[in-house]
Each structure stands twice: as structure tokens, then as C-alpha cells.
């Protein structure tokens, strides 16, 4: 798996996890959050891009992040898709998640955003992704406070 940074350029996993580590290391006083925030778009019969970002959030003072990009064949649901991104970020966050605790950073605050809301085709999906994330052992986070799906993923899903 390959992360890329538009400053760093493409890391592996553990290169990633490395620059997230020296990102707090710079001010360990301060407060962060890493989000993994899902996104995905079709692309008529191309198939449908999934982007997982990882950002590591300097609480009040900005932050970095890295994306991950794949390509499926044509999922046909939005129940499926959405699912499928929920799992995407699942198994990211549990491979940093285990990282950290390696490192003594178990403290850090994990938040999934997930890209559904109360609004639009995705709000009877809520219950059941949230569930999944929470049931994980993560935070959850949907539309409007998502932004890890809404603003960062979703940059490099077209």
C-alpha cells in the first residue's frame, strides 16, 4: 500500500506512519488528531476511484495529510460503494492504530469522517457505517464535520 504527500511524494505505509511521528515529534506539547477520511467517484465505465486520506491534524494550528488512491471495477449500489470506502478506512486506521501503540503514541485520538450525511441518498446508511466504525473502536465523524472525506479525499477521487 502507497500513500502519497503533495509535498513528500509517495511514502509506504511505514514511511507514512515515519512522517506522521516527525510531524508531532517538531511540537509533542500540542494537541492532534489523525482522521482517515474516506471518498470514492465513478467514472462511467472505468470503473470507481477510492481515495483513503490520512491526516494528521495539529489541533488549531493545520495539519498534514497523504492520500491513497485505488481503482475497483464497477460497484453498482451506493449501499456497496459506501461500504466498501467504510472498509477501506477501517483497515488503514487499524494498521496505524497498531503502529501507535507500538510507538507510545496510543494516546493520539483516531476519527474515521465517513462521506455519508442527513442529507442526500446516503442518510439511511448512517446508522449502520457509523456502527461499524464505532464498533471498531474508532470515532466516527459524518457530513457537515467530515471533512476528511469531504475536503481532503475528495480532492483526488476525479
Do not use: W
Not at 54 to 71: A, M, P, T
Not at 121 to 150: N, Q
Amino acid at each position: 500500500m502507497y500513500f502519497y504527500s503533495p509535498t513528500k511524494g509517495r511514502k509506504t505505509l511505514e514511511e507514512t506512519f515515519a512522517e506522521i511521528v516527525a510531524y508531532i515529534n517538531e511540537r509533542p506539547r500540542e494537541k492532534y488528531k489523525l482522521i482517515i477520511g474516506p471518498d470514492s467517484h465513478s467514472h462511467l465505465d472505468l470503473g470507481i476511484t477510492f481515495v483513503t486520506a490520512v491526516i494528521i491534524h495539529r489541533v488549531g494550528k493545520g495539519g498534514r495529510y497523504f492520500f491513497s488512491r485505488i481503482k475497483q471495477d464497477i460497484i453498482r449500489s451506493l449501499r456497496q460503494r459506501i461500504f466498501y470506502e467504510t472498509s477501506l478506512s477501517l483497515d488503514v486506521a487499524s494498521r496505524f492504530s497498531a503502529m501507535l501503540a507500538a510507538n507510545g503514541c496510543a494516546h493520539l485520538d483516531v476519527e474515521i469522517h465517513l462521506d455519508v450525511g442527513e442529507k442526500g441518498d446516503t442518510k439511511d446508511l448512517i446508522r449502520e457505517v457509523v456502527g461499524m466504525v464505532i464498533g471498531s473502536g474508532f470515532d466516527a465523524r459524518i457530513k457537515p464535520d467530515s471533512y476528511g472525506a469531504t475536503k481532503v479525499a475528495d480532492k483526488y477521487t476525479k
